[in-house]
């Protein structure tokens, strides 16, 4: 296996490197491990009734067996990002999907429901260590034009992964049985654990460079972002206003923590930080929208029209399609048309196809609808991702996939928190908000020529 030079710092990995001879294989690798995090938010929908049967699991241990993990792979993607910048992206890629594998094999091996709510939360944690290392590895692999077109893989990635996810659960439940939908993520964490040190060679090998490197991880900061989403998510499952009340406060106290730390979660002088908020709310919001309709419909399908598992997961197979097709339309629109115009369509669709599912039948009805509301969302997770990632420093690659990252799980969790218990047709009104809301959260323009070059194509 050829071997490659030590990255001198963070930068020099991102402005310098040579061009790595195992590149794509290397993003295909990197897109199998996220892909396994994304699916695993959905992955367990089309399984609940059978584990709520064999684990008397009600209505809320259901919640918390989905949110569980999205709120910990969320709430902690933020200090996973700043691990990956001071420890190295190579060496917290490997530590998050070593732990997020083990705890796949606990999900699995669970003999009550408690014990596959805290497993599921572990894999959360392992979640978290992994996806910002994962991208900050994609981000130092590729330069210029060939930058955006992994960027456009891998935000294809994260919207088909849920998608699929509800598709291999279902033929998993039907099939070998629910656990298998834990077991399944063993090989693949094992190929990936073995083939990226090897195909890495000495990439990205020395961590200790780098003034991102030296800055102490905000543990203060951690702890009150978890707590933050954590009340904030329980307050908006049991519409409780002392739970929400809880994480108002937590949020107060964690901007006061920030602006007293020299080295806060997400520094106020970061560059290109308000193109990264303003992606990185759009992710929130069309995350929410995606796993909430996953949920509604694999508990509709089964509960109310009485389908097995193997059809609802068959019947979101249309919706896999049309989120990878909408993350390729929206990647090549955004390069001819600029951010908000893109973002703003990718909303109206995704509220027109919110408004259709529930006014028919499973396959007059739900599947086309959805199908059209996951073909908006596909266009708004690509758009919502370039632009987050449009102005970013190499140095804060890794805390700025984590916030990406941390809106897509954090939107997963309040999202079902907040939309599931409304119905399906609630998800237009968040759909047309952030329709109109684009212009203002997006960046003006479009990709630079060569990024642009590279999108469409």
């Known amino acids: 296996m050829p071997s490659h030079s030590p ?50 699991l009600s209505g809320s241990g259901l919640t918390r067996l989905v949110t569980g993990y999205t709120l910990f792979f969320g709430s902690l993607l933020l200090v996973g990002g700043r691990l990956a910048d001071r420890f190295g992206a190579r060496r917290m890629f490997l530590a998050g999907l070593a732990l ?15 014990t596959l709510i ?88 020395d961590p200790r460079s780098g003034a991102a490197r030296r800055a102490p991880v905000d543990v ?39 602006r007293r730390s020299p080295y806060p979660l997400l520094p106020s002088a970061l560059p290109g930080r308000r193109a990264l908020l303003g992606g990185s709310a759009v992710m929130l919001v069309a995350a929410g929208m995606l796993v909430s309709g996953f949920y509604l419909s694999s508990l509709h399908i089964q509960q109310d029209l009485g389908r097995t598992a193997l059809v609802t997961g068959l019947a979101f197979l249309p919706v ?12 090549r629109a955004v390069v001819r048309f600029g951010w908000r115009p893109v973002g703003a369509a990718a909303f109206v669709l995704a509220a027109a196809g919110a408004a259709l599912a529930p006014a028919g039948g499973l396959w ?27 102005e970013v420093a190499p140095e804060h690659s890794g805390l700025a996939s984590g916030l990406v990252g941390t809106s897509h799980e954090l939107g997963a969790a309040v999202g079902l928190a907040a939309l599931a218990p409304s119905g399906f047709s609630t998800l237009a009104l968040p759909a047309l908000a952030l329709a109109l809301a684009a212009a203002a959260l997006l960046p003006k323009g479009r990709p630079s020529p060569t990024a642009a070059r590279a999108m469409a194509h």
Request: with cysteine.
């Open 7 to 56: 990255a001198h710092g963070h930068a020099d990995a991102h402005t310098h490197a040579p061009t790595h001879p195992h590149r794509r294989l290397l993003l295909g690798l990197l897109c199998l491990a996220q892909f396994m995090l994304i699916a695993d938010v959905t992955v367990v929908n089309v399984a609940l009734p059978v584990i709520g049967a064999d684990f008397a």
């Open 100 to 114: 997020f594998t083990a705890a796949s094999a606990a999900s699995g091996l669970a003999d009550t429901g408690n």
């Open 118 to 205: 805290v497993a599921r939360s572990v894999q959360g944690v392992g979640a978290a260590l992994l996806s910002p290392a994962a991208m900050a590895l994609v981000l130092a692999l590729f330069q210029g034009p060939a930058r955006h077109r992994a960027l456009g893989v891998w935000a294809g990635i994260g919207g088909a992964g849920a998608a699929i996810g509800v598709l291999l659960g279902g033929i998993l439940a039907d099939g070998p049985g629910w656990r298998w939908i834990f077991y399944v993520n063993l090989p693949a964490g094992a190929l990936a654990l073995i083939a990226v040190p090897l195909l890495l060679g000495d990439f990205l090998r």
């Open 220 to 258: 203060t900061g951690a702890l009150l972002l978890t707590a933050a989403c954590a009340c904030l998510v329980q307050g908006l499952a049991e519409r409780s206003w002392p739970w929400l009340a809880g994480a108002a406060a937590a949020g107060l106290a964690l901007v006061a923590a920030g």
């Open 320 to 331: 896999a399609v049309a989120v990878t097709a909408g993350a390729h339309l929206g990647g």
């Open 364 to 390: 007059t009805g739900l599947v086309p609808g959805f199908a059209l509301l996951a073909l908006g969302l596909g266009g708004a997770f690509v758009c919502a991702t370039t632009a987050a990632l449009s």
